[in-house]
């Protein structure tokens, strides 16, 4: 146990639909990752915040956003699903700013019909 | 951008046998790491190497951080079921993100 967790695990929605992702990162780490993980396209990065700041962006789309919260949670917002979206989202967690040592969640598997 | 390639993208093992996988690069890294992957979880960080030429062991398996920065190797010995999965490598710049590799997947000779 890695001590990151996510929620949910899985998730079905259609596609037009918006959703929502949460991790919370281990005790002490102030920087939160996101990643997707995808057949064609293996782990991307997407984003980082750094004690509820953006620090660094990735491959990721416009209709994609993410936050930090004060307690360090993190929320992944996903909108205007398309089918191609379908894939594994993990979150990291790393105690530094430039964290090389990331220390990954369970995921939550998205599934756009 | 940065590209990992690993090698090989799969192989067979059998109870007891020695397993090596690689990665290399087209740019230079400051740090390699490597994770493994087991069916519906997230990777798990097995080595963290820092230092160009060095060597580092968790147990069973010894990582090393090529010379030149711009490959990295893993090494298993006498590998066990449980070692199946998939192992990655990722290199990391002292920016924020990693940079995966493709995955070498371990399977069990039938």
């Known amino acids: 146990d890695s001590g990151v967790t996510q929620t949910p695990k899985h998730l079905i929605t259609a596609t037009g639909q918006r959703v929502t992702l949460r991790c919370s990162p281990r005790?002490?780490?102030?920087?939160v990752y996101w990643y997707q993980q995808s057949l064609d396209q293996g782990l991307q990065f997407l984003i980082q915040?750094?004690?509820?700041?953006?620090?660094a962006k990735g491959n990721i789309l416009e209709r994609f956003s993410a936050q930090q919260f004060p307690d360090l949670h993190s929320e992944l917002n996903l909108s205007s699903l398309e089918l191609g979206d379908s894939a594994l989202y993990f979150c990291?967690?790393?105690?530094?700013?430039?964290?090389?040592?990331?220390?990954f969640g369970p995921g939550t598997r998205l599934t756009v019909t | 951008g940065q590209q990992l390639n690993q090698s090989p993208q799969s192989m067979f093992i059998q109870e007891g046998e020695d397993v090596s996988m690689n990665c290399t690069s087209s740019?230079?890294?400051?740090?390699w790491l490597w994770y493994k992957q087991d069916p519906g979880e997230g990777p798990v960080l097995l080595i963290a190497?820092?230092?160009?030429?060095e060597l580092t062991s968790n147990g069973r398996l010894t990582a090393q951080f090529g010379i030149t920065r711009k490959d990295s190797f893993l090494n298993i010995s006498a590998s066990i079921p449980s070692d199946v999965g998939i192992y990655f490598c990722?290199?990391?710049?002292?920016?924020?993100?990693?940079?995966f590799g493709g995955g070498t997947r371990l399977m069990v000779k039938p």
């Open positions: 740019s230079i890294f400051n740090t």
């Open positions: 990722a290199g990391n710049n002292a920016g924020n993100m990693l940079t």
């Open positions: 915040y750094y004690n509820g700041e953006e620090r």
């Open positions: 005790s002490g780490d102030l920087s």
């Open positions: 190497l820092y230092k160009a030429g």
């Open positions: 990291a967690s790393s105690v530094q700013v430039s964290g090389a040592e990331q220390y």
